[in-house]
């Protein structure tokens, strides 16, 4: 499976993105579908995950209420809407599948396929 992400750029404080993610090749129904993103010098966190088969999501906790994860499985896409946007956002943002039985907490380790990041910019 290869992804190809898009939909970074520069915003200002309360703006909104939206992100993509296609994917190139079969994804399980079973696994999951998530946006990772890395600040200079930062872990690579997870923002959202979506259950590809159930659409169950998941999100971290600086990001509920501001960001919704969808998915459009006749498309084989994945999106990241990004509401609200603050400076603290500013990363690069991966989108990743997981292997066949995935799980909306697993950690990077646990995801077999990324795409290359889109750049997140947020200025104050």
């Known amino acids: 499976v290869q992804l190809q992400a898009s939909g970074g750029g520069l915003v200002q404080t309360g703006g909104s993105l939206r992100l993509s993610c296609a994917a190139s090749?079969?994804?399980?129904?079973?696994?999951?579908v998530a946006w990772f993103r890395q600040a200079p010098g930062k872990e690579r966190d997870l923002v959202a995950a979506?259950?590809?088969?159930?659409?169950?999501?998941s999100y971290a906790d600086s990001v509920t209420g501001r960001f919704a994860i969808s998915r459009d499985a006749a498309e084989n896409t994945v999106y990241l809407r990004m509401n609200s946007l603050k400076p603290e956002d500013t990363a690069v943002y991966y989108c990743?599948?997981?292997?066949?039985?995935?799980?909306?907490?697993?950690?990077?380790?646990?995801?077999?396929?990324w795409g290359k990041g889109t750049l997140v910019t947020v200025s104050s």
């Open positions: 990743a599948v997981s292997d066949v039985y995935g799980s909306l907490s697993a950690p990077p380790d646990e995801y077999l396929y």
């Open positions: 090749g079969p994804i399980y129904s079973t696994s999951v």
């Open positions: 979506i259950s590809w088969r159930s659409g169950r999501k």
